[in-house]
């Protein structure tokens, strides 16, 4: 399986970005799909993830309200979205396959988003 | 909310053991996996539940879990192994992911 997210995003503070990831096949059946990012030359930060088989997502506390995970179980593509963007928000963002609770592979090659005025 | 605590760095010469700890409460209790990230590149899974290696992962990686702490080990280190290395875990009581800080193996 590989994960091919979509390409490099420039925003401004309070906007919004869309990130997709497109699986190479069928991973919706009994597997997940979570975001994590990464700020620059900072660790990694779980946002959220969905399981489409049961229609349930689910994100990380400081995210609640600002980020929405879908999933297009037709085209094996999900969907970060992520609103009221800030400066801070600048960072690479991943999808990842998920296998059960939080094991996460593969994972898709990032894509930037830089926030600035 | 939990923690895991990852030292920032490692250092080690080519050919030595390499070990890397990520400490919790009692996490030996808990499911841990670590994962590989090399600079501009994407995390790569290298130990799944506790100890188990994912195909194409060399046998020289290994992990274990006890107590508070679960280690990450790498034998015979390779100038190529080198790599920031983070722990994570699942917190069933939030339903939340948790990722350590991440440990920067700096080969000699």
């Known amino acids: 399986v590989h994960l091919v997210q979509s390409g490099a995003e420039a925003k401004k503070p309070g906007s919004s970005v869309k990130v997709s990831c497109k699986a190479s096949?069928?991973?919706?059946?009994?597997?997940?799909v979570s975001w994590v990012r990464q700020a620059p030359g900072q660790g990694l930060e779980w946002m959220g993830g969905i399981i489409p088989m049961f229609e349930t997502t689910t994100y990380a506390q400081q995210f609640q309200g600002r980020v929405t995970i879908t999933a297009d179980e037709n085209s094996n593509t999900a969907y970060m979205e992520l609103r009221g963007l800030r400066t801070e928000d600048t960072a690479f963002y991943y999808c990842?396959?998920?296998?059960?609770?939080?094991?996460?592979?593969?994972w898709g090659q990032g894509t930037l988003v830089t926030v600035s005025s | 909310s939990y923690v895991l605590t990852q030292s920032p760095s490692v250092s080690v010469a080519p050919g030595q053991t390499a070990r890397m700890t990520c400490g919790g409460d009692?996490?030996?209790?808990?499911?841990v996996h670590w994962y590989q990230q090399k600079p501009g590149q994407a995390p790569v899974l290298v130990v799944s539940d506790d100890r188990d290696r994912p195909s194409g992962i060399p046998e020289r990686f290994s992990g274990s879990n006890s107590g508070n702490m679960a280690t990450l080990t790498i034998s015979r280190v390779e100038v190529d192994d080198e790599a920031d290395y983070y722990c994570q875990v699942w917190d069933m009581t939030t339903d939340h992911v948790i990722f350590g800080g991440g440990t920067k193996l700096t080969v000699l």
């Open positions: 990842a396959k998920q296998h059960g609770a939080a094991l996460y592979d593969p």
């Open positions: 009692n996490i030996g209790s808990e499911t």
């Open positions: 096949e069928d991973i919706f059946r009994g597997y997940g």
